[in-house]
Each structure stands twice: as C-alpha cells, then as structure tokens.
C-alpha cells in the first residue's frame, strides 16, 4: 500500500507538475510564455510547494497520520452504532479494522520506503518522464517533423501530461490528441505532420501498452486456471 501511495500520489505530483514548471519558469519570469504556460506555471509552483510541505511534515510527524486514524476511528464507531445485529457479517468486517494503528503503520512504511528507495524512486520516475518523450521525439523522426525544435518537442510532452492528470477521461483520451496537436501547430509543426505524430505518440504510449497489457494479464489467468485445474485433479 505504501508503495502504490508513492505511486499514484506523491510521484505524479512531483513529475507531473514539476517538469512544466522547470521548463517555464523563465519565459514566464520573462513576460514571453502563452496564457496556458503561464497557467501550468502558476498552479504548478504553488501545487508542488504544497506537496512538498504536506508530505515532509506528514512525515516527519505523527500528528497529521494520527488525525486521520482517529477520525477514522469515529467513522468505524459510528458504523458500528448504525449496522444492526442481524448484519453480522458486515459488523464483523468494520470491527476487525483498527483505523489507529493502520494509519501510524502506515506512515513508518512511508518514511521507510522512501529512506530504502529514493535513489531507485527517483530515477525510475526520471526513466518514466524520458520514455515518454522518446516516444514523442520519435513520432517526430518518423514523420520527418519540420520546424520543430528539441525544446518545443519537450514543453509541448510536459504540457500534455498535465492535460493527462487533469482529465476525468482514462489517459486523457481525446482530449490530449486535440491538446497535442493544438500545441504542435502553435510550434510551427503542419497540422498533417502533427496529426501524424500525435496518433504515433498516443500508440506508443497509450493504446499498445493497453493490448499488451491486457493480453499478458489473460495468459496469467489463463495460466493460474490451468495449474488450479492440474493441482486440483491431482
């Protein structure tokens, strides 16, 4: 759980939001960056200032993770007034839970993990962030991309991956093709050439790690039915 919670909030926080605001940071200080750079400047600065500040105080203390397991601690009680007798089942499941004691275990598993496994955490986060833009850059190359610069290439990636985060849409779909390819335009890229590149890009990233995915995730169960299956007739 600790790790899934590094995962999913506090590294995406980081590199989502960090990348853009690195990269823009001067034009805007400069008064030459578009309405929408300075915007992800704007949220981003403020965005990661406060991730950071939250989670090295949560960290660095008890209080904030103790908090939360008394309130949740409440919350159980209550269920536990509100679900009648005849719910055994249910009552059985909230009472087996010690919201307390999760929560402070849970924070020594945080700050151990990243004490363990920053170095490894940080650098596959940065792996991450440069397959990613490989995979854009060589959109690029294969469309024989005219007029576009290694530095637009990556403010544009750093742009779109916050289109991603933003989105209530699964990946962003959509939305991040027509961001994308607004974004390439605005660089100078023909609209043809950006098209192109965008729909590699999304293929690269997106679609095929879905088929694969999911073609992997069938022969795992297909393979655990049939060694049930061997294991059982023995």
């Known amino acids: 759980i600790a790790s899934s919670i590094i995962a999913t909030a506090v590294v995406p926080s980081f590199t989502t939001w960090g990348l853009p605001s690195l990269l823009l940071i001067g034009p805007v200080l400069s008064g030459t960056a578009t309405s929408e750079q300075t915007l992800a400047v704007a949220v981003g600065v403020p965005l990661i200032f406060v991730s950071f500040v939250f989670w090295w105080l949560a960290l660095r203390s008890l209080t904030l993770f103790s908090a939360v397991g008394r309130f949740t601690s409440s919350f159980r009680s209550y269920l536990l007034r509100k679900v009648p007798l005849r719910f055994p089942k249910i009552r059985g ?3 087996r839970t ?6 402070i275990e849970m924070r020594d598993d945080l700050a151990r993990l990243l004490r363990r496994r920053w170095a490894l955490i940080f650098t596959a986060s940065v792996s991450t962030l440069a397959a990613g833009f490989t995979c854009m850059w060589t959109a690029a190359v294969v469309f024989n991309v005219e007029g576009l610069t290694f530095r637009e290439a990556l403010i544009a990636f750093s742009l779109v991956r916050v289109v991603i985060a933003l989105s209530p849409i699964p990946g962003g ?3 991040v093709e027509v961001g994308l390819i607004v ?3 605005r660089a100078g890229v023909s ?3 950006a098209t192109g590149m965008t729909l590699l890009y999304r293929f690269l990233t997106w679609f095929s790690p879905i088929v694969v995915g999911s073609a992997m995730w069938w022969r795992y169960n297909h393979a655990r039915s049939v060694n049930l299956e061997i294991t059982t007739n023995r």
């Open 93 to 95: 499941a909230v009472e």
């Open 98 to 103: 010690q919201p307390l004691a999760f929560s």
């Open 173 to 175: 779909t959509g939305l």
């Open 183 to 185: 974004l390439l335009e």
């Open 191 to 193: 609209t043809v050439d």
